[in-house]
């Protein structure tokens, strides 16, 4: 079992920045792979980056060059640093962690709005 607790959404103008943390507790030594995912209103959850065991990193091309995923193993935390915000980044925001494609976890989602 993982145990995945986001914090760190909130309201934001756009072109402004967030940081979005994921503390990950429980059997955390058998994740290979843990990312971000989004869903906005009306539309399907979208991968936004993941972040293998092994520091690869893959983007979604709507967020390339604004995003940035990384984590502190020291403190079992992941993070979504966010920069240039764009109102269609308005979502609510998921930690996921996955030990095979089968058996993967959630976070309960924190939500980000780019607005003015």
């Known amino acids: 079992q993982v145990q995945l607790v986001e914090s760190g959404g909130g309201l934001v103008q756009p072109g402004g920045s967030l940081r979005l943390s994921c503390a990950a507790s429980?059997?955390?030594?058998?994740?290979?792979?843990m990312g971000w995912y989004r869903q906005a209103p009306g539309k399907q959850r979208e991968l936004v980056a993941t972040l293998t065991s092994g520091r690869s990193t893959n983007y979604a091309d709507s967020v390339k060059g604004r995003f940035t995923i990384s984590r502190d193993n020291a403190k079992n935390t992941m993070y979504l640093q966010m920069n240039s915000l764009k109102p269609e980044d308005t979502a609510v925001y998921y930690c996921?962690?996955?030990?095979?494609?089968?058996?993967?976890?959630w976070g309960q989602g924190t939500q980000v709005t780019v607005s003015s």
């Open positions: 996921n962690a996955a030990i095979t494609s089968a058996q993967q976890y």
């Open positions: 429980g059997s955390i030594f058998s994740i290979n792979v």
